[in-house]
């Protein structure tokens, strides 16, 4: 009995289907969105026949205009009412020579990914046969759920494939994204009636905006729960009309997946900014350390020197210089060529840098996005090495030296510095002075050259020499009289990272 029933079952749904292609032949479906409408998965899309016959389903013949080598038939004149000849092999082949004719050798990936943009009159057409499926199958179709496989799912299951055959290279994600942008001559007809449709169907509240309609307001309001039949073929006609243009190709725009190369730099000039200097429109100087070191890495690695975006472990002054192991750095390259920088290239480009005379570079090398957290993260429990060259108005004393020799650290409280003002919130910040030692320099006795250790972001200038009592206490009261800051230098910075890597070793 219980097969007997599973029979009856097979028998209808066979039925079922078999009338559901009749009805879409006989609107002008093509056989790939016929597909659609069954609930095809991936690899039945490859082979119209076989998925077919694996449902039991009759069909008269096979369009040319799919992606079915076999079909031997003149190709039907009119375009797919749901697709507009997206899935014609004939756009397929547009597509493909569009994508030849970019610069897609220039990107050293064997992966790509297909995205593609397609105008908002498809969705109105995949809701106008939703309409026409309700009014012939009405018990079977969902008033919520589409009784389709989406167009943009579809095309990942059938395009990708295709297009990736075709390039000779294989789909992933994380590849070379192509993105496809198409068009049709009757959007903005069809958008104007929509927007009429939707000032009648959605009426807004008076003084409220008026709403703009987009794909996500298309595919969350425009569903036959939510709006009539009848209303909506006022404006559309349904199931909808099989027309003469298909779609047409606008662009074709190739967008290299993003790296990231990091490094550490040391400054060897006190007149040089950290990022371009501009002050009311004008250059205060001509370079910057941002600047030399992207003209001087990205040339090999991308187009577009403007996207890239420069950050550093902190920053320095521009009269200060950073030495020791210096600072680390991270160029964030969108739309990159390569994901490989070889270490003779890392060479090259770090004698290149060094050829300024104002910074230098060092253990150039890629690393993974994960890896930015040292950047990004735990900034101010970093602890930064100072050496700062400081000026009484009298010879300092051994009482002075005494008072400057602070192993254990002391806790200060300062104010946002004036000079930095413009910039940065006025805030009094608690930092930390881990260790301060002092000697006098041996050819001047009113010279004090200080040792600090301190927790970053904190104000080595102005710790030195207190801005009217802005920076509390400062070594200007620690000592109970004037100092001035003649030189600075940053010694090192407490964050190994990125690893050591000698290019160098890879010198021909």
């Known amino acids: 009995m219980l097969c007997n029933y599973s029979l009856i079952l097979k028998m209808v749904s066979k039925k079922i289907n078999q009338d559901l292609v009749d009805f879409l032949e006989d609107c002008g479906v093509c056989q790939i969105c016929q597909l659609r409408y069954l609930k095809a998965r991936g690899s039945e899309y490859q082979s119209i026949k076989e998925t077919f016959e694996k449902l039991n389903i009759k069909y008269g013949r096979l369009d040319v205009n799919c992606s079915e080598e076999s079909a031997?038939?003149?190709?039907?004149?009119?375009?797919?009412?749901?697709?507009?000849?997206?899935?014609s092999k004939e756009f397929?082949?547009?597509?493909?020579?569009?994508?030849?004719k970019t610069d897609i050798e220039k990107y050293d990936y064997r992966d790509v990914v297909v995205a593609i943009s397609m105008p908002m009159m498809l969705q109105i057409r995949q809701l106008s046969m939703w309409y026409g499926l309700l009014e012939r199958f009405s018990p079977l179709i969902d008033m919520e759920k589409a009784p389709d496989v989406p167009l943009k799912e579809a095309a990942k299951l059938i395009l990708n494939p295709i297009i990736c055959k075709e390039l000779h290279r294989n789909y992933e994600a994380n590849g070379v994204q192509i993105n496809v942008t198409l068009v049709h001559n009757k959007e903005m007809d069809e958008l104007a009636k929509l927007q009429k449709l939707h000032e009648r169907a959605f009426p807004r509240p008076p003084n409220t905006k008026r709403q703009d309609i987009s794909r996500g307001l298309i595919e969350k309001q425009y569903i036959p729960k939510r709006l009539k039949g009848e209303l909506f073929k006022q404006f559309f006609p349904v199931p909808p009309a099989v027309v003469a243009e298909p779609l047409n190709l606008k662009s074709i725009e190739l967008l290299g997946p993003t790296i990231f190369v990091a490094g550490r730099y040391c400054k060897l000039t006190r007149e040089l900014s950290h990022t371009p200097w501009i002050l009311n429109g004008h250059r205060v100087m001509k370079d910057s350390i941002e600047e030399i070191i992207i003209r001087n890495v990205t040339p090999l690695l991308c187009n577009d020197q403007s996207k890239v975006i420069f950050m550093s472990s902190g920053r320095e002054d521009v009269d200060v210089r950073c030495l020791g192991k210096g600072r680390p750095f991270v160029l964030e390259i969108s739309n990159a060529f390569t994901?490989?920088?070889?270490?003779?290239?890392?060479?090259?480009?770090?004698?290149?840098?060094?050829?300024?005379?104002?910074?230098?570079?060092?253990?150039?090398q890629i690393v993974k996005r994960e890896e930015l957290v040292h950047i990004k993260s735990g900034e101010e429990k970093k602890r930064k090495f100072y050496r700062a060259l400081c000026m009484?108005?009298?010879?300092a004393t051994l009482d002075v030296l005494e008072k400057l020799n602070l192993p254990q650290g002391f806790e200060i409280k300062q104010k946002t510095p004036i000079r930095v003002l413009h910039r940065r919130p006025l805030h009094t910040r608690p930092r930390m002075v881990y260790s301060l030692k002092a000697w006098v320099h041996k050819e001047n006795c009113k010279i004090l050259v200080l040792d600090i250790v301190s927790q970053a972001g904190t104000y080595i200038k102005e710790l030195v020499h207190g801005e009217f009592g802005r920076t509390v206490p400062s070594i200007a009261a620690l000592i109970g009289r004037p100092i001035d800051i003649v030189a600075l230098d940053v010694m090192a910075i407490d964050l190994d990272w990125p690893n050591p890597i000698k290019n160098s070793n890879s010198e021909e």
Request: glycine share 4%; aromatic share 4%.
């Open 72 to 87: 031997t038939k003149k190709p039907r004149k009119d375009v797919c009412p749901t697709c507009l000849g997206l899935f």
């Open 92 to 100: 397929q082949q547009c597509i493909i020579d569009g994508i030849l």
């Open 339 to 364: 994901t490989k920088l070889s270490t003779a290239e890392a060479y090259r480009i770090e004698c290149d840098i060094d050829k300024s005379r104002k910074i230098s570079v060092r253990h150039l």
């Open 392 to 395: 009484l108005q009298e010879p």
